[in-house]
Structure formats: structure tokens, C-alpha cells
């Protein structure tokens, strides 16, 4: 319907096109991407708040990721994506011989980067029959702050591996 001109100035005319509007999103959703010292690479991870962030992640990272995460969180926000990157980081591994020297068992880290290197594996043969089984132990330690040695003993697990022993 034409617009009808009683003086200069600008006229609206609405006409019904038949498109749909556009369904409101959440606009409060963060993404961040940068380097942290663990947690899985190239996969966004969705977080809800900052104890999140630091299970995945870890309390600090050698960038500023953490702490523009942390200042996310301080502000109000309530969920945002989190995208671990480095390059060409690998994942820490480590062959396990028997006691014939004959490779038994390759024991990797979840998540690539150097966070992996301070993965410690420990077997003892304490167990019931150690002839076909034995135990397995699986933490992380960092070194001390004053150099004398490691810390942190994490988790542990039992496994058999036959053959592992002659």
C-alpha cells in the first residue's frame, strides 16, 4: 500500500514478506582458545565456571588463558567454551620391558604437551599370583620448589599382562 504524502520527511511502509524472525540466541556465551599445560587439544570444552576450567585445564597456563578465563567468571559469565591449542605437541609415552627385556607394555599420557612428562608409572608384582599380574601405579609429580625431589602421588590401579613375566 503506497504511503500517503501529505508533507516532505521519510515514510515507512511495512509489507509482509512470509519470512520468519530470527529465534533469540544467548549472546553470554564465551569462547576462548589459547595454550594451557594439559587437557585435550583442538576440542572446544564447554564450562560452566572457574573449578571447570581448572579440572580440565589446570589452575594456571603458560599464556594468559587462565586468567582471562578467571576474569570471565569474576565479571558474571556463566559458560563459555574452552579450546586448548599448541603446536606439533606430542603425547608423553614410555615402553615397559619385562624382566627378559622384551617390550610388555606402552604406557601413554591422556593429553599431549609437557604436562605428560611428569606422569610417573611404578609396577610392583605384590600380588596374589605375580607370576601373571601385577600392580600398577599412575601418578603425577612435580619437582619441589627448592630442587631437592618430586611430590604428588595421584592414583592407583591393578592390571595383568600375560606373559608380561617369564
Known amino acids: 500500500m503506497p504511503a500517503i504524502v501529505s508533507y516532505p520527511g521519510v515514510y515507512i511502509v511495512e ?18 582458545i589459547g595454550m594451557a599445560e594439559r587437557g585435550r587439544m583442538d576440542v572446544p570444552v564447554r564450562v560452566f ?19 582471562q578465563v578467571r576474569q570471565f567468571y569474576l565479571n558474571g559469565g556463566g559458560q563459555a567454551y574452552v579450546c586448548r591449542i599448541a603446536d606439533g605437541a606430542l603425547p608423553a609415552s614410555i615402553r615397559l620391558m619385562n624382566e627378559a627385556g622384551v617390550h610388555a607394555l606402552t604406557v601413554t599420557a591422556r593429553d599431549q604437551g609437557l604436562e605428560g612428562n611428569l606422569i610417573r608409572v611404578e609396577i610392583d608384582y605384590a600380588t596374589g599370583n605375580p607370576e601373571r599380574t601385577f600392580n600398577m601405579t599412575v601418578y603425577r609429580s612435580r619437582p619441589q620448589p ?3 625431589g618430586w611430590n604428588g602421588r595421584a592414583s592407583a590401579g591393578a592390571g595383568s599382562l600375560p606373559g608380561a613375566v617369564p
Open 49 to 67: 565456571n572457574i573449578a571447570d576450567f581448572e579440572r580440565e585445564y589446570g589452575p594456571t597456563t603458560s599464556g594468559e588463558l587462565a586468567d
Open 146 to 148: 627448592d630442587g631437592r
Open 15 to 32: 509489507e509482509a514478506s512470509g519470512a520468519r524472525a530470527i529465534a533469540g540466541v544467548a549472546t553470554s556465551i564465551a569462547a576462548f
